[in-house]
């Protein structure tokens, strides 16, 4: 339902009225993604009213803590740099999405999404992929890793110290 909303109107709503637009509907996307495992609304708002408490109690918890994990969209932390950054899903698909494999340019906008992800770790960085993910279609999808892995060049892999991007090497 959330997707539809998006499609009807909002996208066009979200452009003439806020300079985030794109942020915003990125934010909704995710939520209708994360929406789709729920069989019903009930279980869907019964997830979420359990989080938000979980993330409110945590909220006092970590300001008296200098250990805290922030969860985040890459549009979210454009201009921010944090100490470790784990980008996670860099799986053909859903990055770049299945929807901008399509379109040169919305390649390319994924591909500087890439860029913005990766470097806004100071110290260190984390970049992964499922070799299995669960589908809510139903069932299991072997995963490939995301183009953008591949195209990293063989001088930063060794630099960056990073182990091999298939999942079978």
Known sequence: M??????ADYRDYARSTFTNHEARLEDLEQLAIFARQFETMEDFLTQ?????????????????DDERLRLS???????LEFKIVFVIMLCEGLFPSSRSLDFEDSLEEERRLFYVA??????E??????????VASGGDWMQQPSRFLGAIPSTLREEWNLRSFSPYG
């Open 2 to 7: 959330i997707q539809l909303v998006i499609e």
């Open 48 to 64: 979420v009213a359990l989080m938000t408490s979980i993330e409110a109690e945590d909220q006092s918890a970590a300001s008296n």
């Open 73 to 79: 969209t890459i549009h979210q932390a454009k201009g």
């Open 118 to 123: 990766v470097t806004r770790a100071k110290d």
């Open 125 to 134: 960085l984390y970049l992964s992929y499922p070799i299995v993910r669960a």
